[in-house]
């Protein structure tokens, strides 16, 4: 597979969102439709129950009650009058026990079955249950959208790229569903217009279409013939929810992790992100793709590790794996699993790679029954799994605006009156980011709040008991080095340099990718004592702001803020944040956030 192959995904990403309230799924607040058969009364024109249609005096003890509903007495007294003669039931006190026992259940499967027939749901309106399903795929239009396809236009081609562009005439349908030998992905649309580069396959590669709204479905087909090496292994991972993270991670035999944060393969595997437009490892609907032209023989592990965003709640992840694509022995599987708890990983399946010219194994857990587990996955388990690495033990995306808000309010409120919880011997620069950082993540009654030094009306945002267990030997919070045995070392406290090298990671030298609770990394080489110094990013009060401590001692000492527009303008240039200044470092991001949408520069 050429580099050209993986700069141009790169560069191109779709998304998805989630398909909601079929008119015959109930919800949680949906409503049901009453059925007559719990209508109190038999309705008109019903047939008459059996024992009135018999002239039997009486009803059958089982249906001896007020008013049975209608449907449930037909069914009922049927069943108690057709009842089979119970063998086993010799004596007069057997048979009156086995007659009541096959009443009793008879009466509860007719109630049941009355129900199953006849109910019927209708989709919630309720605002928060909406807010939690995410948006639907198809555009809000109400005339049949028209549907232009431009590329692929057909023909044959050695690209090792396939090219989907074109336009619908309903602007408001975003992402366009586009099939690709069977694989399903979603291209984002802007102004109708769509356009992304997908791997092609050996072969005549079939591409289908769609664009839908309110009134219906568009289609538009093409076929493109690949003249190119076949692909023997590809993974593709989506997701039918917008604003997600669906993250596709991949063991390789050797038990190297490939995943959006190490995307390198010693032996030779690609890994796409999911990028369009420039934007770094977009949330939505994907896709992630992974392929690998020569894959070593052994069992390749694939996960799914699920991030929500905003007030979405669940997903459906879709896994397409193709092996030996492009030729003869081709095979495809699809594997669909909700995900629904934040932070959630699942292993969705093993891929055994066989030398000798043997095809491929696929085994999927969910799926396949445990004996079919090929001999090399049995021994793969054996000997131990690869464990989950602490590189993607990130906050949820809601307490990471939690956090980044408390930051900077804690930073601020510092300039005007000094915490006694900020112990004086701590009070420089990098002891500003810690008292902040650990204080925003704590849990505080309201007298602790007090004891903080923090004002009532100040509202310091509270982080989920999901976040709090990435930090299971709170205060120390911060990764100071590495045990004997590889395994990261954490403690209560890091100075500038290890703060730096260890717990924040470079974004950008571009001011434009700061947020909120960011730090400015500064380095004064020709200092031995303090090289390093921060400053905390604070964005929109009511313009962009630099909170610091000025790292004196004594009287001298203060927590001053800047606003940006100033510190650019510094006469010292050694504080002017700006690219072309070699002291500046850049922008820097804690690394407990996940990186998301951002500008690079």
């Not at 749901?121 to 109400?142: M, Y």
């Not at 997600?244 to 944060?261: F, G, I, Q, R, S």
């Not at 022995?329 to 669909?336: A, G, L, Q």
């Not at 962009?544 to 401590?549: E, I």
Request: with cysteine; charged share 25%.
């Amino acid at each position: 597979m050429s580099n050209s192959l993986k700069s141009s995904i790169h560069h191109n990403s779709p998304r998805s969102r989630i398909r909601h309230g079929s008119p015959t799924s109930p919800t949680r607040h949906g409503s049901l439709k009453s059925p007559a058969c719990l209508s109190h009364g038999r309705p008109d024109r019903a047939p008459k129950p059996p024992w009135e249609r018999h002239n039997s005096p009486n009803p059958p003890a089982c249906l001896n009650r007020p008013n049975p509903p209608a449907c449930l007495s037909r069914l009922e007294s049927r069943a108690c009058f057709k009842r089979p003669k119970l063998p086993g039931c010799r004596s007069s006190l057997k048979s009156s026990i086995c007659r009541n026992l096959l009443k009793s259940l008879l009466c509860c499967a007719g109630l049941l079955l009355c129900l199953a027939a006849t109910a019927h749901g209708t989709p919630s309106d309720d605002p928060e249950v909406l807010a939690h399903r995410g948006k639907p795929i198809a555009g809000e239009g109400t005339e049949m959208p028209v549907l232009t396809l431009a590329r692929p236009e057909g023909g044959w081609t050695t690209s090792m790229q396939v090219e989907v562009a074109g336009s619908c005439s309903d602007t408001t349908a975003d992402p366009i569903a586009a099939n690709i030998n069977g694989v399903r992905y979603y291209i984002r649309t802007k102004d109708g217009r769509f356009s992304r580069k997908f791997p092609a396959a050996k072969g005549r590669n079939t591409v289908i279409v769609e664009c839908a709204n309110k009134a219906g479905v568009a289609r538009a087909t093409a076929s493109v013939e690949a003249m190119i090496s076949p692909i023997p292994l590809k993974v593709v991972l989506t997701s039918d929810t917008d604003s997600v993270y669906t993250d596709l991670h991949v063991y390789e035999p050797d038990k190297t992790h490939v995943y959006w944060a190490k995307t390198d393969s010693p032996t030779g595997g690609l890994f796409f992100l999911n990028q369009q437009d420039g934007s770094f490892d977009l949330a939505g609907f994907g896709p992630y793709i992974y392929a690998h032209p020569a894959p070593p023989p052994g069992v390749f592990r694939i996960d799914v590790n699920y991030w929500p965003g905003g007030a979405v709640q669940h997903t459906l992840a879709n896994l397409d794996i193709i092996t030996d694509e492009g030729l003869p022995s081709e095979n495809r599987k699809r594997v669909r699993t909700p995900l629904a708890r934040p932070g959630e990983t699942r292993i969705l399946a093993y891929v055994v790679i066989r030398g000798n010219n043997q095809a491929p194994k696929i085994y999927v857990p969910s799926q396949d029954p445990e004996s079919d587990m090929p001999p090399e996955v049995v021994e793969y388990k054996r000997r131990g799994e690869p464990r989950e690495e602490e590189d993607y033990a990130y906050l949820a995306p809601s307490d990471e605006r939690a956090v980044r808000e408390s930051v900077t309010r804690l930073a601020l409120l510092q300039a005007r009156k000094l915490s006694r919880r900020w112990e004086e011997r701590q009070r420089d620069c990098s002891g500003l980011v810690r008292f902040a950082y650990r204080e925003a993540i704590e849990v505080r009654s309201p007298r602790q709040q007090q004891k903080l030094g923090i004002p009532a009306t100040l509202h310091l945002p509270p982080v989920s008991p999901l976040s709090r267990r990435l930090f299971p030997r709170y205060p120390c919070i911060w990764q100071i080095g590495y045990d004997s045995d590889g395994q990261p070392r954490f403690g209560p406290f890091a100075d500038a340099e290890t703060l730096v090298g260890f717990n924040f990671r470079k974004k950008a030298r571009s001011l434009d990718a700061a947020s909120s609770g960011d730090l400015l990394v500064f380095r004064k080489s020709f200092e031995d004592d303090q090289p390093y110094h921060l400053m905390i990013f604070v964005e929109d009060r009511p313009e962009n702001l630099a909170v610091y401590h000025n790292g004196e001692r004594g009287e001298e000492a203060r927590v001053r803020v800047v606003r940006m527009s100033d510190l650019m303008r510094s006469p010292d240039p050694v504080w002017i944040p700006g690219a072309d200044n070699p002291h500046f470092l850049g922008v820097y991001e804690w690394n407990r956030i996940k990186p998301g949408n951002r500008k690079t520069s």
